[in-house]
């Protein structure tokens, strides 16, 4: 997996400010917000009117290193949806996007970690290429392409405050950590999305 190797280890509120969305003030403000009433930082950024659900998706695929893809005029494949049962998409808050030769694009809106993709690659036999997307797309997608089997509405619903807490999850991973070289090396920033690659060269494995 070596998609992996280059996960990053920063601050998701140092990439906010660094990349330019928020400003430090605006950030100073939110974590005082959050001492206060103990909301997830991500929900309080957004309803302060300071970020954009797609603007804290890009800023999570910087923390990681990985790529960003909206599904805006993106095709979906019932074939390939179906490559990974309903209940893992649901689970996971993802959604299979395309598949060449032994690699299966994955666009993401839950915590990425290693046992997810490995689950994934167990059920398909495929190489797993991951990219971040926004909880909506994601949800919607799933609405439209993937049946709920025996998950409820509730269950579907409580994606949006899962995916709020991963901004969260991910700044606790950091604080965890040690790490020297705290502005990493090339992080994606506000670019053109990235489309997935139509080659396997480096994709999975």
Excluded: H
Excluded at 11 to 34: F, N
Excluded at 130 to 142: E, F, K, P, R, W
Excluded at 165 to 193: H, I, L, M, N
Aim: with cysteine; net charge negative.
């Amino acid at each position: 997996m070596r998609q992996f190797e280059r996960l990053k280890k920063r601050r998701l509120g140092e990439i906010l400010v660094d990349e330019g969305y928020i400003t430090q003030e605006q950030l100073e403000t939110a974590l005082s917000l959050q001492k206060e009433g103990g909301e997830l930082l991500g929900r309080i950024l957004i309803e302060q009117g300071y970020l954009t659900e797609r603007a804290l998706a890009r800023a999570m695929a910087n923390q990681l290193g990985l790529p960003f893809l909206s599904t805006e005029n993106y095709q979906l494949s019932k074939e390939v949806v179906g490559l990974v049962p309903s209940e893992i998409c649901f689970k996971y808050e993802l959604i299979p996007l395309d598949k060449f030769g032994k690699t299966l694009t994955i666009l993401m809106a839950g915590m990425v970690t290693v046992e997810v993709v490995e689950t994934i690659q167990q059920l398909t036999g495929c190489d797993v290429f991951i990219y971040i997307g926004t909880a909506s797309d994601v949800q919607d997608a799933l609405r439209e392409w993937v049946s709920p089997s025996a998950m409820t509405q509730a269950d579907i619903s409580v994606s949006s405050a899962s995916w709020m807490s991963w901004f969260d999850q991910a700044d606790q991973e950091v604080r965890k950590s040690t790490v020297a070289d705290v502005g990493g090396d090339g992080v994606p920033g506000d670019e053109e999305d990235e489309k997935p690659p139509r080659t396997v060269a480096g994709a999975g494995g």
